[in-house]
Nanobody, 125 residues
Framework: EVRLVVSGGGSVQAGGSLRISCTAS???????MGWYRQAPGNECELVSS??????YYADSVKGRFTISQDNAKNTVYLQMNSLKPEDTAVYYC?????????????????????WGQGTQVTVSS
């Protein structure tokens, strides 16, 4: 079973930057990598994903967040710049063939892929 280990996160003031990382225990063949987040009272939303030839960003993070991957390290990164208080959430890493843009909650009870632990990102105003 593939394990996804998340690192990074923390607290930052508005306008600041953070980078979170997700390392897979083995190559996730045929699966894209993505980041979800959930803030209290909100749904679990897809923030960004990356595949062999495309990337996705939620409208709320376009131009501020950048997803990248290092296949040699089985690691995907999410660089978060110009952070806003509304970016405050628990961020989760996932690997799957496809990603739904929203779930009622993170992690979803049924997910056809792999799901990592969450990391808290807090942005203060």
């Amino acid at each position: 079973e593939v394990r996804l280990v998340v690192s990074g996160g923390g607290s930052v003031q508005a306008g600041g930057s953070l980078r979170i990382s997700c390392t897979a225990s083995e190559f996730t063949f045929g699966k894209d990598m993505g980041w979800y987040r959930q803030a209290p009272g909100n749904e679990c939303e897809l923030v960004s994903s990356i595949g062999s030839d495309d990337t996705y960003y939620a409208d709320s993070v376009k131009g501020r967040f950048t997803i990248s991957q290092d296949n040699a390290k089985n690691t995907v990164y999410l660089q978060m710049n110009s952070l806003k208080p509304e970016d405050t959430a628990v961020y989760y890493c996932a690997a799957a063939a496809t990603f739904a843009t929203v779930f009622p909650g993170c992690p979803p009870p049924t997910f056809f892929g792999y799901w990592g632990q969450g990391t808290q990102v807090t942005v203060s105003s």
